[in-house]
């Protein structure tokens, strides 16, 4: 990994769910209640592994789901989340708005970009008051279109016209290392998120950092 030093990047791409909010109960929940519906009985715990993938993808690679009962299981899924409010059974990390603010003052490009459909994001930042600090939002719709991450943050650059060159992704799964090197820009693993052990390293992010202080002063330098 490269030194984090003079980061100097214009415009930050963020991830959302383990990045800037913690939405271990919300989506937990949602995919517990979506199992059951399938006759299958999961612990909380074990099903972390669902914060951040695209939701089709965990369902099929978890629990041997067709790509027929994935998509049921989506739909499950947003009765909780979506209908029942579960999408909001989360927590902004301590510091995020304070750091996004300085992002703000500094005169920093803030996007977001989130393999989550974009009107749940969209809700939830407006929900915690972190819609202000965006200039852009970014993320899948309903219908399944755009659900990798890096369909999102290829979106992205052709929508707001990002330069690769003056952009950096924030996030703490592989899929927004991968996404974002697919695209040529460079991200910040957090740790702070649901990567598993080693897993930030293993995909090669550019830079990983452990606190939000430390992700603020790399993303100010």
Known sequence: MEKCINMQKKCILFDLDGTLTDPFRGITRSVQYSLEKFGIRAELEKLKCFIGPPLIDSYEKYFDFSEEQAKLAVGYYRELYNDGGAKFDNRVYDGIPEMLGKLRDSGKEIILATSKPLIFAEQILEHFGLQKYF???????????????????????????????????????????????????????????????????????????????????????
């Open 135 to 221: 200039d852009r939002c970014f993320g899948c719709e309903l219908d399944g279109r755009r659900t990798r991450k890096d369909e999102v943050i290829e979106y992205a650059i052709e929508q707001y016209g990002i330069d690769k060159n003056n952009a950096v992704m924030v996030g703490d799964r592989e899929q927004d290392v991968i996404g974002a090197h697919k695209n040529g820009i460079k991200c910040i693993g957090v740790r702070w998120g649901y990567a598993e052990e080693n897993e930030l390293e293993g995909c090669g992010a550019d830079w990983i950092v452990s606190t939000i202080e430390e992700l603020e002063r790399i993303l100010l330098a």
